[in-house]
T-cell receptor
């Protein structure tokens, strides 16, 4: 089955700097790649997603890139702010419309 | 309809007892998922429904776990003879199957289970 690896597990950046979180997946037929943000004690919330027919997608300070050949995708956050501090999860949907498989998460700390 | 609701938010139970959790998805969402999350880990898939049909169960789901979605609306997850290893956050999520495939999940706030 699908396996999603996420790196790094923790990331600290200075406010205003950029943060990059990377994920790899194993199933070349995976077709949908969302990113979730989970603040302490709260539910995971979808922040951005990308489908396999697109290489890059941006939404204000957040962008996701997908390299299907290498089977990896990345989350980029620019001009980080303290409120970006949270755990971020990547996920991949294997072929068809099967359930998402999640990475183990990255704890991002933005230091003011 | 303000989102996905889960009840209870917290449950403490003694080992060996049965527990049942409820999830109310967004009303127009036809898919409902159960995941389990332990500290420092990502959500792990347990089972999911499309309308009232249970389409898949994870190998993680022992025979002590059962889930239902009787009318294609709310769902229940029951754990029988709870064990300490069942302690986790149980997350419910829902989405809708569209022409291009299923969209992103909306998660509930979860039920935190502690087995003592």
């Amino acid at each position: 089955g699908e396996n999603v690896e996420q790196h790094p597990s923790t990331l600290s950046v200075q406010e205003g700097d950029s943060a990059v979180i990377k994920c790899t997946y194993s199933d070349s037929a995976s077709n949908y790649f969302p990113w979730y943000k989970q603040e302490l004690g709260k539910r995971p919330q979808l922040i951005i997603d990308i489908r396999s027919n697109v290489g890059e997608k941006k939404d204000q300070r957040i962008a996701v890139t997908l390299n299907k050949t290498a089977k990896h995708f990345s989350l980029h956050i620019t001009e980080t702010q303290p409120e970006d501090s949270a755990v971020y999860f990547c996920a991949a949907r294997p072929s068809g419309n099967t359930p998402l498989v999640f990475g183990k998460g990255t704890r991002l700390s933005v230091i003011a | 309809d303000t989102g996905v609701s889960q009840d209870p938010r917290h449950k403490i139970t003694k080992r060996g007892q049965n527990v049942t959790f409820r999830c109310d998805p967004i009303s127009e969402h036809n898919r409902l998922y159960w995941y389990r999350q332990t500290l420092g880990q990502g959500p792990e898939f347990l089972t999911y429904f499309q309308n009232e049909a249970q389409l898949e169960k994870s190998r993680l789901l022992s025979d002590r776990f059962s889930a239902e979605r009787p009318k294609g609306s709310f769902s229940t997850l029951e754990i029988q003879r709870t064990e300490q290893g069942d302690s986790a956050m149980y997350l419910c999520a829902s989405n809708v199957l569209l022409g291009q495939g299923a969209g992103g999940y909306t998660f509930g706030s979860g039920t935190r289970l502690t087995v003592v």
